[in-house]
């Protein structure tokens, strides 16, 4: 009888395996939580080096989590980042650059992508916040399904701003549809030429809460003027400064209904790119202005998650990555005295560059792994990349990845997890040329895409060169001396393993 029963209890055990997948039990599946912000420099956080702005929250996830001084995103721009980030693959491999509004969806459905990959391994995924991968086939209708997208991707859920907050149409995307949208009013959406009578910032720049360049001075919505044309679709579309308190309602609401579940929250915030409009809890609370006060604002973003997760008692059980899409930028086309208040403020810290730049503050993030109960406070120095979040994944949940799939994407688990500081042998920045890094040096190809005219009248460190550059970081983080004549082995050696990657 005895021995009867420790066979069913043997069975039992075998069943329960099986159902999990990979002899991973259910239990060690944690939560996942990526917080990505958008365009946040590596200094513009209290724990790296910011004071003009206080993050109590995220520095208390750096203090309790592993803070990473060497990470990256892809590129030094959105959409490729984000490419890359879901799909394990760098960005120049789909031709990937910043996309307008209205893109089509830049990840065929039939990917195998980070969000269907945890899919399959019992997850339920969401992404709740900026898109910017592209939506529908090529037409979209605003005003009926429109897809694919998000959706169809990987995503349970999906509660989007399609592009960036300064693209038309100004409203949100949930599963597929404009919520809100009142049939009498059809949303109609131009990047082409001007449609509809509404005010633009060049017609009745008296109407704009900040003045825009010539990019972003079409169609004035709520005081703002943007990028394209828009009409109808009025009582969907979005009021700036509540962005972020929809976005919050949602997260929670989603974490809350999966709280028994293990779930996937892809969450990037709008924050900080442009334009930069704080909810009236953070206007005014910082010495930057604007830029500061979203930055402000997110960190509270940040602190209603964590919160959450702590009364949910679930907070041993997720693990949480904050990390950001590409680097900094003052003046991104609209007036909101970024730059006249930044004073000694240092939004890339002690790097050059920035947002489209291929010196190191153009992909070098702020960037912490959260974990209570898992995760040994520290700092690492390793070198990773975003593209490896998806393998990395992989491995945490017991997912083995189909040939071709994520094909740059390298298993750096215990990396994150600041159980190894074994990063990296190679790290690839991507900006309007490839730069190839090792831990000490940096070789940047000459430029390769040319950049848009809107670029030369910014102060923006491109990092951009007709002839090769090679910097020693160890000496020289900021990169201010090329040193290409001088190392012609380290070139040969950098050159060559580039030369691999784009075969
Ligand atoms: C640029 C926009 C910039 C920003 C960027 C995308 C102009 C002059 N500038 O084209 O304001 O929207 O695209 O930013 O149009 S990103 O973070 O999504 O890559
Ligand atoms: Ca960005």
């Known amino acids: 009888m005895e021995q009867r029963n420790k066979y069913h209890i043997i069975l039992l055990l075998a069943a ?63 959409t490729p980042s984000r490419l890359s980030l879901l799909t394990g693959t760098y960005a120049f491999r789909k031709k990937a650059a ?3 509004g209205d893109a089509p969806l830049l990840i065929p459905p039939d990917t195998y992508t980070l969000p269907r990959m945890l899919q399959q391994a019992g997850y339920t995924t969401a992404v709740i916040g900026k898109w910017h991968l592209g939506l529908g086939n090529g037409v979209i209708n605003w005003n009926d399904n429109i897809g694919p997208g998000p959706n169809e991707i990987g995503f349970d859920y999906s509660f989007i701003i399609p592009a960036t907050t300064d693209r038309v149409p100004t409203v949100f995307v ?18 082409a ?36 044309f828009m009409t109808g679709g009025k009582r969907a579309r979005w009021v700036d400064e509540e962005i972020p308190m929809v976005l919050n309602g949602k997260a929670k609401d989603f974490i809350t209904t999966h709280k028994e579940q293990p779930f996937f929250l892809y969450y990037p915030f709008p924050n900080i790119h442009v334009p930069r409009t704080p909810n009236r809890k953070f206007a005014g609370t910082t010495a930057l202005g604007a830029r500061g006060d979203v930055i402000a604002e997110m960190d509270w973003l940040v602190g209603e998650i964590t919160q959450l997760l702590d009364s949910l008692g679930i907070a041993k059980n997720t693990l949480i990555v904050f990390s950001s899409d590409n680097g900094p930028v003052l003046d991104d086309g609209y007036e909101d005295q970024a730059g006249q208040l930044n004073k000694s403020h240092k939004p890339a810290g002690i790097f050059n560059g920035g947002k489209y730049s291929a010196f190191e503050a153009g992909t070098r993030m702020s960037t912490i792994t959260y974990w209570p109960g898992t995760i040994r406070p520290g700092v690492s120095a390793a070198l990773c990349s975003q593209v490896d979040l998806m393998a990395s994944f992989a491995a945490l949940t017991g997912q083995k990845l189909p040939a071709g799939a994520a094909p740059d994407s390298q298993n750096a688990l215990d990396v994150w997890l600041g159980k190894s500081v074994q990063g ?50 160890h000496k020289d983080p900021g990169e201010t001396h090329n040193l290409a004549g001088q190392h012609p082995e380290i070139i040969k050696t950098l050159k060559a393993e580039l030369k691999k990657l784009t075969l």
């Open 98 to 100: 910043i996309l307008p």
């Open 174 to 191: 949930e599963n597929g549809r404009v919520p809100d949208l009142d049939p009498n009013d059809p949303i109609a959406v131009s990047y």
């Open 424 to 473: 990296r042998k190679y790290l690839l920045e991507e900006s309007y040329t490839l730069a190839l890094r090792d831990k000490r040096w940096k070789y940047i190809a000459p430029q390769t895409t040319p950049t848009p005219d809107w670029m030369k009248n910014k102060e923006i460190a491109t990092g951009l060169s007709p002839v090769e550059q090679l910097y020693d970081l």
């Open 193 to 228: 030429a001007m449609i509809g009578d509404e005010p633009t910032g060049l017609s009745d720049p008296q109407l704009l809460k900040q003045r825009a360049d010539t990019q972003h001075s079409n169609t004035i919505i709520n005081g703002i003027s943007r990028i394209g």
């Open 16 to 78: 329960l395996c099986a159902l999990s997948g990979s002899g991973v039990t259910a239990q060690s599946k944690p939560n996942i939580i990526l917080l990505y912000a958008d365009d946040l420099g590596y200094g513009d956080v209290g724990c790296y080096g910011a004071s003009a702005v206080k993050t109590p929250n995220i520095d208390r996830l750096a203090s309790k989590g592993v803070r990473f001084t060497d990470a990256h995103c892809t590129a030094a721009t959105c």
